[in-house]
């Protein structure tokens, strides 16, 4: 790896982490609420960015179909070989898991693969994106919270945004620039506020809390990356798309993992340890992720 890469790798996360520690000291001083920002994000700026994303022109479907597919078998990979570590851990499932399945595709993710393979690297982790952003607010809502209504989770504004998004991308249906424009507007929002509110979270994590966070900073890109290695040879995945799936499997959790157990009351403490040691941790793993992508 040249010391060029490893510099841009620096210029994405050093960012990313500074926005946290800028919501962490200012809570320390102003304890601010952060509910209402945290309901706004989940059911306007998120759903925004994901239609932004899959109704773009670079978006394509039938040639995203086998990297999809792969996200699939990594997020759902990932979380059965997380289940039993959770157990030895002694640690509440439904708290560990969730981390573990979904990754920081997003505001690491998106960037890496521009970084990687230039505007097709990003559409293409862009469909990944959307898929574990599918399953996040499906499966992933069940299992943080098993009382949480079928109905309700089909009905969120995350669904209805992915279900549009394709429907504009299979379709091919006009897309007006002026609401195209609007809608990125929102959903640029999303990632910096997403992070300050981890920062916010972060003020009240224990120590026993940053314990999880080691554990999940190392299942999260080791289980990716297993999946990965295993389900390389059985997809026929052209050469950009295996690097782009690499990168994907070596991602740390996401932030919207904190998000989520902080609407469903599931330890949010716990979680936001979890997303912040994760992805301090990402400046090991990513790298190793990296270097499988561009072998």
Request: one cysteine or more.
């Amino acid at each position: 790896m040249t010391l060029a890469l490893i510099e841009r790798i620096a210029g994405i996360m050093v960012p990313v982490l500074a926005v946290v520690a800028l919501g962490w000291l200012y809570a320390r001083r102003h304890a601010p609420d952060m509910a209402t920002a945290n309901r706004l994000s989940m059911d306007v700026f998120a759903p925004a960015l994901i239609f932004s994303a899959l109704a773009s022109r670079d978006f394509s479907i039938a040639d995203n179909r086998w990297l999809m597919l792969a996200s699939v078998l990594i997020v759902l990979g990932s979380g059965l070989l997380a289940w039993p570590v959770a157990r030895l851990a002694r640690v509440g499932v439904r708290t560990f898991v969730p981390p573990m399945m979904f990754n920081n595709c997003g505001n690491m993710g998106l960037p890496l693969a521009v970084l990687a393979y230039g505007a097709p690297g990003l559409a293409s982790m862009v469909a990944m994106f959307v898929v574990s952003n599918a399953i996040h607010f499906t499966l992933g809502a069940k299992l943080v919270d098993p009382r949480a209504s079928v109905k309700q989770l089909l009905s969120t504004p995350m669904n209805w945004a992915t279900a549009a998004g394709f429907a504009i991308a299979a379709t091919d249906l006009p897309r007006p620039d002026i609401l195209m424009s609007a809608l990125k507007l929102l959903g640029d929002a999303l990632i910096p506020l997403m992070l300050f509110s981890l920062g916010v979270r972060m003020v009240s994590v224990s120590r026993a809390s940053v314990r999880i966070g080691l554990l999940g900073a190392l299942v999260c890109p080791l289980t990716g990356l297993a999946v990965a290695l295993a389900i390389d040879s059985l997809l026929p995945l052209p050469d950009a798309q295996r690097g782009l799936m690499y990168i994907f499997a070596s991602l740390p959790p996401a932030v919207l993992n904190f998000m989520v157990a902080e609407r469903y009351g599931r330890e949010p403490n716990k979680v936001a340890a979890i997303v912040l040691v994760g992805n301090v941790a990402s400046v090991l793993f990513v790298p190793i992720g990296l270097l499988l992508a561009l072998r």
